[in-house]
């Protein structure tokens, strides 16, 4: 049970850039390389974006027209929750009879946690419940679109220049368009640093377009500054309209200083990452598409390739060696007492879903050696090791081990062979292990 | 030497519907209008409470109006202190109020804590589980809220539960027994 409710006690060595310690449950098991990967060593990669409050899905392509936000939640500006929409009847003039008042539904927003509303900022009601809440513009949108515009033209005249010396130097006959079709598919254009700004060459030029010249002003320098108010250092603050910090960053458009100029904003997006080995580039892990479905297309948790404690997760009979680390191994850096693990194999049997209901199987038998064994239980072996505490300090106890154990991979690839089925090879792998035992009593 | 005799028995108006579950202990006064549900607590030990009309008091919710802590109860000299509580006040499951004076159409959420210097003017909220135990008056239409007790003051105050109270005085009654209110037994019936 260590693996759920403590799981920092057993740490797996995974032999990556950086060595890292972690429990298995955070790792994963890359069936064809054959080894341990955690979260450090892997590609993570956007699968889908979606809305966290109303769980739509969105195309990655609307997603970053709408810059990563939602289109009909909204955000509370003063705590950050989700904010709901509330219906009020007022009485409204019949559009035939003005004398005569009819009830009307008028809509605002609302937050459950703060009580806020949008009509503390101003906002009037909208008698639609949803699509009628505007996000104020920001006055310097003309400005920064009209920059971004020509350093994209800018990116993408460098973008071609390099292109035609490179292909220059070796093809001459090649169309210019050729980097264009292979960009940002292909891992060596993908993992090549200092690589310039790709985002900006999503919209590029056809061939043959014309291609205005944008020109933008530099931006001028002020040499008056606005004077702060005369009662600014006299006047007594009211503090709930002083905005915090957080507050006021998350609108960087506006950072406003008063509380009633805070509005809402779209809800952020959220995504589902896939993970991707670095070395052979198989997914480890691939979520489904649907946002409301938590199961994955493909997972490859270490939990379920790897031994646990010695419970063997596997369908096959799995022999284990544990060796001791030697001194002066280099993994070992951790451990504070020596340890003397059993010297013979164990064995464990294979994990079979059905032995639970199974009361009339014979219990398969393993002559155990009762010094080393002290419980057998299906696919579960209880064993002794014993402990030396090296140092007398106060600290926690920690020992290391290498755990040897051989390995089917299932999912190899179905060679062609003329004798029919020939069973599975069996590699062996060797994961280093640290278990953390606990303070010393006494 | 002076007798004191307190009265035991709780002053409910007529119009109020509070159950037979609920405790009540001590000088209590309960206005009509106001719904008890039961397991609520209302124990007024080191004086009477005063409770208003209109107000919801939830399950579990405690209303204690009990000594000061240095002081022990059997201190000759001691004046009991009224706790008064407005109207159109909702003390929601298991909160805990020591304050002694709390005014109109104020929502104690729920788990939430008042001490016993805290004074609540009109309209404030006091959010899930914040603890309000400073000595002071919380200003009007305040809004305490999150782990660390933020506040802001909102432009409307809440409004009160008259469609929740009219739902409840018919429903209760229908699966609790009532504790007796002062002039006769019977709930009056609303339109």
Known sequence: MASLLQPDRVL?????????????????????????????????????????????????????????????????PCCMHTLSTRATNIPAP???????????????????????????????????????????????????????????????????????????RRRPYMPLAFSEKYGLGTRLQRQRPGAPITSLAGLSLKEGEDQKEINIEPAQALDEVEPLPEDCYTRPINLPEVTSLRQRLLQPDF???????????????????????????????????????????????????????????????????????????????NSTAKVMVPTKELVLAGKDAAADYDELAEPQDFQDDPDVVAFRKSNKIGFFIKVVPQREEDGDVTVSFKIRHDFRNLAAPIRPSEEGDAPTEAIWLTHHVELSLGPIIA | VEFVLHVQVANIAAGAVVCVESEIRGDVTIGPRTVVHPKARIIAEAGPIIIGEGNLIEEQALIINSYPENIMPDTEGVEPKTMTIGINNVFEVGCVSQALKIGDNNVIESKADLGKNVILTSGCIVGACCQVNTCEVIPENTVIYGSNCMRRVQTERPQPQTLQLDFLMKILPNYHHMKKTVKGTSTPVRN
């Open chain 1, 255 to 333: 950072q406003p200083a008063g509380a009633s100029q805070l509005h809402p904003k779209h809800k952020h997006l959220l995504i589902k990452r896939s993970l991707r080995c670095r070395k052979c580039e198989h997914n480890l892990s691939k979520p489904e598409f649907n946002p409301t479905s938590i199961k994955f297309k493909i997972q490859l948790v270490a939990e379920c390739q790897v031994l646990l404690t010695l419970t063997n997760p596997v369908e096959n009979i799995t022999h284990v060696t544990l060796v001791g680390c030697e001194e002066g191994d280099p993994e070992d850096i």
């Open chain 1, 12 to 76: 797996y060595l995974v032999h990556g850039e950086k060595k890292i310690r972690s429990p298995l449950s955070t790792l994963y098991f890359c069936r064809y390389c054959s080894e341990l990967r955690s979260l450090e060593c892997v590609s993570h990669e956007v699968d889908s974006h979606y809305c966290p409050s109303c769980l739509e899905n969105m195309p990655s392509a609307e997603a970053k027209l709408k810059k990563n936000r939602c289109a009909n939640c909204f955000d509370c």
């Open chain 1, 94 to 168: 019949l559009p035939d009879d003005p004398s005569k008042t009819t009830m009307k539904k008028a809509y605002y927003l609302a937050c459950g946690f703060c009580r806020w509303t949008s009509r503390d900022v101003g906002m009037a009601d909208k008698s639609v419940a949803s699509g009628g809440w505007q996000e104020p513009d920001n006055p310097h949108t003309q400005r920064i679109n009209k920059l971004i515009e020509y350093y994209q033209q800018l990116a993408q005249r460098e973008k071609l220049e390099r292109d035609r010396k490179k292909l220059a």
